[in-house]
C-alpha cells in the first residue's frame, strides 16, 4: 500500500512538471526544508525539495503537503508494529505444542518408552487372535487410542527439542526423534496390513506382516534407548 502511495505521487509530480514547464520559470520557488525524522511524525529523514509549488492550485497543495505526511504516517506504524513483536520463549515452564510443556513432554515420553517394552515383552499375547492387529494399533497409539502415550508423540518431541531443560543439542534430539517417528508410522501400517483380505489369490498371510510390525518396534526401541542416552 506504502508503495502504491508513493508510486502514484511520483506519477502526478512529473505530470504536472512536464504540462506545466512553461511555467515554471514565473512561479514561486520556496525555500529547502528537512522534513521531521520518522520518530517526530515525518516522512523520511531526508531532504525535500519543494520548487515550483504553484500557489493557486489545491490539488499540488494535496500532492506536496498532505500525502507525503499521510505516507510518513504509515510507515511510522508500520514500522512500530515490527518493533513490538515478542520474542519467541523456549521456556521449559511456558506451553510449548498444543500447550504442552517440557515436563508434561518428558513424562510423556517415559510412558512411550515402557510401552513399546511392555508391548515387546508381551506381544505373542497382544498380537493373537483376530483382534491381535487392532491391539497392537492402540498400544501404539492408533485407531484413535487416546490412553496410549504414543498417542501424538511427535508433538511431545517438539516441545522437547525447544526445551534446554532435557535435551542438549535440540537439532541431534529431532534428528534421532524423527527416525524413531517413521519407524513407528510404519510398526502401526505393517500391523493394519495384517487386517487386510483381499479376493481370490496368493495372499500374504497375516502372520508376516505381524512379524514385521514386532521387527519396527524392535527398532523404536532402540533408537528410544538413544534418546534417553
Sequence with gaps: FVLSC???FNNEVVAWQSGNISRMMTMTTRTTRRVPPLNEGGGSSAMQMKLFEPSSSARRTLLFRIIPKTIGAAIAATTTTALVL???SCNAAEPGSGG????AARDQWKQSVAVVDDLLQNWSTISEGDAGPNNIRKKLGFLGATSSPLYQIEKAFKVLRDSDEYVEDGIEFFETAEEFVVIWIRADSLAD????KTGSGKQTPPEVFIA???AQVVDMQLIAKKLNA
Excluded at 100 to 103: C, G, I, K, Q
Excluded at 193 to 196: G, W, Y
Design 6 to 8: 508513493f508510486s502514484s
Design 86 to 88: 515478542p520474542p519467541s
Design 100 to 103: 504442552v510443556t517440557a515436563d
Design 193 to 196: 496390513s495384517a487386517n487386510l
Design 212 to 214: 514385521n510390525s514386532k
